[in-house]
């Protein structure tokens, strides 16, 4: 089955404790990208990668980081997360780099750093 | 200003009704235009691409205005199913930077 396998689906951390968030998709994807929701901001990028070993940043990078070493794979690292970090964060992939090519998005990680 | 701004709702119709709800856009260099729909604690998921031209796709009719930057989504003969947010979704940098509005919420009921 095609799709974007987000882990862990839950995830309560404590602040300055690094943590990192999978993100593997199994369509030969190459654009990635990473999103969190917050209520009444909506989906905001973190960042996006549009191949192996390329990544950009997105509307709100800062306090993250990613790399994409693999084609499948796009996790996102939290070196010293903090409270304002807790958020529902998305995964999502897309077939080449086709404006209209639709994004598939993971399940979801619920983020809670106390 | 954001960037992408659309009506929360939440917007309760009756099952069969038409509803339409829009979504403006501060960005001219916007070069791509979505419908998503997401389900409560779920996945967004793709709706309907947005056209120039417009275009429908069974019940659902999307429609772009570049001049006034907007663009809109009309559900006909709604169903207690279209109960969902729906995400208006602008895209730029060659369609790698997406800008989410906070969606519109629509409830459909008996």
């Known amino acids: 089955e095609a799709q974007v396998t987000q882990n862990p689906r839950y995830l309560i951390t404590v602040t300055g404790k690094k943590l990192t968030v999978t993100c593997s998709q199994n369509m030969n994807h190459e654009y990635m990208s990473w999103y969190r929701q917050d209520p009444g901001l909506g989906l905001r990028q973190i960042y996006y990668?549009?191949?192996?070993?390329?990544?950009d940043k997105g509307d709100v990078p800062e306090g993250y980081k990613v790399s994409r070493k693999e084609k499948r794979n796009f996790p996102l690292i939290l070196e010293s997360p903090s409270p304002n970090q807790t958020s529902l964060y998305f995964c999502a992939s897309r077939m080449d780099r086709g404006e209209y090519s639709p994004l598939h998005f993971g399940n979801g990680t619920r983020l809670t750093v106390t | 200003r954001k960037e992408v701004e659309q009506d929360p709702g939440p917007f309760n119709v009756p099952e069969g009704a038409t509803v339409a709800f829009n979504c403006t856009y501060s960005?001219?260099?916007?070069?791509?235009f979505f419908w998503y729909r997401q389900d409560c604690r779920k996945e967004p998921k793709l709706l309907m691409s947005?056209?120039?031209s417009g275009n429908e796709d069974g019940r659902f009719t999307a429609q772009l205005n570049r001049a006034s930057q907007y663009i809109s989504l009309l559900i006909r003969d709604s169903k207690l199913s279209d109960s969902a947010t729906y995400l208006c979704v602008v895209a730029r940098g060659g369609g790698n930077k997406l800008t989410f509005g906070t969606g519109t919420q629509l409830k459909v009921e008996l």
């Open positions: 990668s549009m191949n192996v070993e390329v990544t």
């Open positions: 947005v056209y120039s």
């Open positions: 960005n001219s260099a916007s070069q791509s």
